[in-house]
């Protein structure tokens, strides 16, 4: 099965300062890039778990005793790794977004290039897809969706226009979806648009601005003090949720001060925002939009 190479795979790995003997977490396995060179780096008595919620991810399992791949989404990795009598990690790393599989396999209808099922689900057990999204949601919500998660401005007559064409037929395919679209893709801009659609309704059947907040707000919880989380994300709205928490310890607002003024964060950031340079991008075109942050919990 073809995985492409990781993103930013020494600089991601290089910021969780591994320890051998440590524990650590790659919650986005994929094909297991990253999780290989952490293993390089682990001792004999070091110990990684895996998370990956899409069932093709298996086929790319490690034969390590020293390597555990979880099947779910890492919005429970307290809870998994609780059941592995695992209470608290040397560093979690995170390669936000779709993996280059899941773009490259057409069915999966995660990718703009291919005729496929309404369909966007990264774990193929999930009830919510793309279809029951564009078929079945109210107004208001197609609404939401477009304007929240694509950050379009005419999400209310995007949402219109879907209403319109779903009450003659069901809209069954990516391509009827580009059709019924096409008057808001400008042929100098579509590609870029018709992303930023796909994206709308790609989180919203996966969850995957809630299942990254629980996420962030579980890894303070069982980073042990010092250790490190090392997390690449993809869009504004995933950097943005990243930046914040590491930045305050929330999502909005700001922490309370002390008397002095002062406030306490749960994290240090470790150096400056990290993209790959023009090589990696040319080497693997899904880096372009990579950014990764590095932070230690205090």
């Known amino acids: 099965m073809e995985y492409h190479n990781p993103v930013l795979l020494h600089e991601t790995v290089d910021g969780l300062n591994i320890q051998p003997g440590g524990i650590y977490v790659d919650v986005t396995f994929g094909g297991g890039g990253h999780s290989r060179e952490i293993l390089k780096r682990l001792g004999p008595d070091g110990k990684l778990f895996a998370f990956d919620q899409d069932h093709d991810a298996l086929a790319n399992a490690i034969a390590d ?19 592995h009598n695992v ?7 995170a390669d936000l977004g779709v993996s280059s599989h899941q773009f490259d396999v057409a069915e999966r209808g995660f990718s703009t290039r291919f005729d496929a099922g309404l369909d966007m689900r990264m774990n193929q057990k999930d009830t919510l897809d793309a279809y029951k999204v564009v078929n079945e949601y109210d107004e208001a919500n197609l609404r939401r969706v477009f304007l929240d998660y694509g950050e379009l401005k005419n999400a209310p007559a995007i949402a219109r226009v879907i209403l319109e064409a779903r009450a003659q037929q069901p809209i069954k395919n990516t ?69 914040r928490y590491i930045k305050n310890g929330m999502f909005e ?22 993209v790959p340079d023009e090589a990696e991008i040319k080497m693997n075109n899904r880096a372009r939009s990579a950014k990764l942050r590095i932070a230690e919990k205090v």
């Open 65 to 83: 005793d020293r390597f555990v791949l979880i099947n779910e989404n890492f919005r429970f990795i307290k809870r998994f790794l609780r059941f």
């Open 87 to 93: 209470r608290a990690v040397d560093g979690i790393l």
């Open 175 to 243: 391509e009827q979806l580009k059709t019924v679209l096409s008057r808001f893709l400008p042929a100098h801009k579509s590609n870029k648009i018709l992303a930023q659609m796909y994206q709308a309704i790609r989180i919203e059947v996966n969850q995957e601005m809630d299942a990254l907040k629980e996420f962030l707000e579980q890894s303070l919880e069982i980073l042990k003090p010092g250790g490190r989380l090392s997390v690449i994300s993809y869009h504004s709205l995933e950097d943005r949720l990243v930046k």
């Open 253 to 274: 607002g700001e922490p309370e001060r002390d008397f002095f003024g002062n406030f306490s964060v749960p994290f240090k950031t470790i150096g400056k925002l990290i």
